[in-house]
Nanobody, 115 residues
């Protein structure tokens, strides 16, 4: 069993920045490909960005050049630096493996971007 705990969300204005953190309980965390997902109201949860165990990344087109994912394997942490935020980035953000394991979803962290 793995627990993910997301934090760092909040309310920001358009153009602002936030840094999300994901803490994982699994001590073999460094072996897994991780992702940040988001779910906006009325929409399905979707993958935003992923990072492999070797550090390779893959971004959703709409967040390229604005979001940066990173990981600290020693601390079992994944981060998401979000810059130039837009109202359409408003969602609950989650972390999980890629592909995700349904029983491992955490509570997520709410990101709200105001006009």
């Amino acid at each position: 069993q793995v627990q993910f705990v997301e934090s760092g969300g909040g309310l920001v204005q358009t153009g602002g920045s936030l840094r999300l953190s994901c803490a994982a309980s699994r001590n073999t965390f460094n072996l897994d490909t991780m992702g940040w997902y988001r779910q906006a109201p009325g929409e399905q949860r979707r993958l935003v960005v992923g990072i492999s165990r070797g550090g390779s990344t893959n971004y959703l087109d709409s967040v390229k050049d604005r979001f940066t994912i990173s990981r600290d394997n020693a601390k079992n942490q994944v981060y998401l630096q979000m810059d130039s935020l837009k109202p359409e980035d408003t969602a609950v953000y989650y972390c999980n493996f890629i592909p995700p394991i349904s029983t491992y979803w955490g509570q997520g962290t709410q990101v709200t971007v105001s006009l």
